[in-house]
């Protein structure tokens, strides 16, 4: 019982909040998706990464072992996905993105917080910070049919986590007053991000469910055994190893549906994997998150 209501507590918040988006836009007041949808992942998510890196205690065997893991998965996966969208002739412009890249932002930061505190939340940012490489890199490049790959350098998010990456290297820190600047516009971030995905929900409509149903099955199954297998194999710690789990197997991404509407890819069918995800995640994060626990 200790454990279920422990899980409860940590969803708990992803829901209230996500349920605050959902229920302000089923109420009829405006909430302007692109203002928001902008300043978190130009100024609000970059600060949160660049800060989290830079005053990270991780030791550095542990905060390499964890990059290299996650690193290891989200190839693993794209392995996988790619085989499995050519084996069942899937558009991979489509489905490819939504089926390697999980909402480790919007609803793995704040879980990891939520269950293993500020040591949970450095370690999300570092697997936070190696998915969003590769996915404005190699995701976008799928979904935008191709195209130049040098486009990722434009990308706030990117250059946070290089920033910050080279400021861990380094050991250097910014001054305390603009510490304390970017950890406040920083914070904005969860909040606003689990705010943001219940208006995205509730403004989705979701086509071919069908489908997008059993590829979230599957979906789940193979990024919980990915992860897992990836991180006992190099011997992650126990709280590293939850993360990399929990973080890998988050629902897909918002953003997903956002580039497929932007890049002319099949937006409906995406929309539907996003709505079925997140709802197939009510079920498998807590028993994902009690197994972890």
């Known amino acids: 019982m200790n454990i279920i209501l422990t899980v409860l507590e940590i969803i708990a918040p992803v829901v209230v909040l996500g349920g605050v988006g959902y229920l302000w836009v089923k109420a009829g007041f405006e909430y302007r ?21 830079m005053k990270t205690e991780i030791e550095p065997a542990a905060l390499r072992d964890l990059t290299l893991a996650a690193m290891a998965a989200y190839g693993a996966l794209t392995l996988v996905f790619w085989a499995l969208t050519t084996a069942l002739r899937l558009d991979r412009r489509t489905y490819l993105s939504p089926l390697i890249f999980g909402n480790t932002g ?10 293993f505190g500020q040591a949970g939340l450095d370690f999300a940012v ?37 920033l910050g990456a080279l400021f861990l290297w380094q050991d250097w820190h910014t001054p305390e007053w603009l510490t304390r600047s970017l950890e406040l516009l920083g914070q904005i971030a969860i909040p606003v991000m689990l705010i943001t995905l219940g208006v ?34 190099l011997g ?53 998150l009690a197994f972890l626990i």
């Open 33 to 53: 998706m692109e203002f928001i949808t902008r300043l978190c992942m130009t100024l609000s998510v970059p600060a949160l990464i660049f800060t989290s890196l």
């Open 106 to 115: 919007n609803v793995g930061l704040p879980l990891a917080f939520f269950a």
């Open 126 to 162: 570092v697997v936070f910070a190696v998915m969003a490489v590769w996915s404005f890199t190699f995701g976008l490049w799928i979904v935008a049919g191709g195209g130049s790959p040098l486009r990722v350098l434009k990308e706030p998010l990117v250059g946070a986590t290089l």
């Open 200 to 233: 995205a929900v509730a403004r989705l409509s979701a086509g071919h469910l069908g489908r997008a149903v059993w590829l979230s099955v599957i979906r789940a199954a193979v990024c919980v055994a990915v992860a897992a297998g990836t991180g006992w194999a």
């Open 236 to 288: 992650l710690p126990p709280v590293a190893l939850a993360v990399l789990i929990l973080q890998v197997s988050t629902p897909v991404a918002v953003t997903s549906y956002m580039l497929a509407e932007k890049y002319g890819a099949d937006a409906d069918a995406v929309a539907g994997m996003v709505i079925a995800s997140t709802l197939l995640s009510v079920l498998t994060l807590p028993l994902t």
